[in-house]
């Protein structure tokens, strides 16, 4: 039986992390949706036509953590076409057997509407883009703090206010802002929030 655990929120404000961790926890397979939207934006060509041929060796890009697939994936993430070319994708990985966890955008509010769990992670833009400054090396970073909590508004900026599933919170989502948790906490509430949830609900709809 599928059972789906949808994690939502803005860049860098650990959804990945949690979604991993609450993966293994439970042992649920994990898809990062926003590597479909970098896959997209690094083949380049028409984004439709990207989306609609995306191929494992596609998502196995080894440059899809970068900022340049960051950037590119926010700007054909706006597309209505693209976001309709990966719906089956997403709505099939989350209704396999034994489990799955999407971490995303538009998981909760348009992919998996009737999840069993919805988490909506975040945390200030200035936690976030000192986090990612301090991955990048803190003061050896090649870009400064406020560089980076530019880069940090500007993303939120084109993901929340886009047109088509803007980021937001499904209404029943639970928000964990994680701005004063440690990995380790946060993660700890996660699972202690679906470990509450495993019942029967009405779960993803279908691809089609
Ligand atoms: O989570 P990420 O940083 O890999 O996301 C890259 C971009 O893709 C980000 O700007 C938002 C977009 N995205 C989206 O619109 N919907 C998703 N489900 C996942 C990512």
Redesign the pocket.
Known sequence: MSFTVAIDGP?AAGKGTIARAVAAHFGFAHL????L??AVGMKGGDPVAAARALSEADLARPDLRSHAA?DA??RV?VLPEVRAALVAFQRDFARQAGGAVLD????GTVICPGAEVKLFVTASPEIRARRRWLEAGGETAPETLDEILAQVKA?DE??MNRAD?PLRPAGDAVTLDTSDLSIDAAVARAIAIVASRRGPRQGCPSAN
Request: hydrophobic share 30%; charged share 35%.
């Open positions: 860049a990062d949706t926003g590597l939207y970098r960051s994936a926010s993430a995303g955008r538009d998981i993303r084109r993901d599933a």
